[in-house]
């Protein structure tokens, strides 16, 4: 009997793909890191890079791939790159807590230099008008018998006034009085029926 002439096993065909896309984008991640803002990018790509070319190492170390310096390149890349990525972000963070701690806070009068505090008691309903360094013309209706103030906090001291003036005069009402305080001393007091007026020139 004649046996039919006996085929050769076909070859198994390294798989190398994943080794060498695993050094692409570990390579161009490690490029994109060294860029500042920009390295973003490389966050994805590096990490990506560094478990494609760990897969194609392990490939390359079992047979099934023939491109094991390829991927070793890639593990390096990538591991770099995330390396610099991590410094990156730890750099800005560093200068973000930087800035936020040296910035004074809006409407903080601890974070100025000077606190100016307003008062103001009605004994008829007037009006009131205060002015602080830029802050002018600033006016409200306050009921009789009410307390108002306002606290502000400037790095320079200007001049501030307040000033209260009933809205239609009772003779037989209250007086109103105003008060300024800076840097909690007293530095202007009034008291009248007609216009209370306080004033503080910053020296």
């Not at 076909?10 to 798989?15: D, G, R, Y």
């Not at 099934?64 to 995330?82: D, E, H, P, Q, R």
Request: overall charge neutral; hydrophobic content about 45%.
């Amino acid at each position: 009997m004649t046996h039919p002439p006996y085929a050769p096993p076909t070859p198994v065909q390294p798989k190398n793909g994943l080794g060498t896309a695993g050094f692409v984008l570990g390579l161009v991640g490690l490029v994109f890191a060294f860029i500042p803002i920009v390295g973003v990018v490389a966050w994805p790509l590096v990490i990506i890079g560094l478990i494609l070319s760990i897969v194609g190492v392990s490939r390359a170390t079992k047979g099934a791939a023939t491109n094991k310096g390829l991927a070793i390149a890639g593990v390096v890349c990538s591991a770099v790159g995330l390396v610099i990525c991590i410094l990156w972000t730890a750099v800005f963070g560093a200068a973000v807590d930087k800035v936020n701690d040296s910035t004074p806070t809006s409407g903080d009068p601890a974070a100025a230099a000077h606190q100016i505090l307003l008062e103001v008691t009605t004994g008829q309903r007037s009006n009131l008008n205060w002015t602080s360094g830029l802050s002018v013309n600033n006016q409200e209706i306050v009921e009789a018998g009410q307390t108002w103030s306002k606290t502000l906090g400037v790095e320079e001291l200007g001049f501030t006034s307040v000033t209260v003036t009933p809205v239609t005069t009772d003779i037989n009402a209250q007086p109103n009085s105003c008060k300024i305080t800076v840097d909690g001393k007293p530095v202007a007091e009034n008291s009248n029926l007609v216009a209370a007026i306080c004033s503080y020139t910053g020296g």
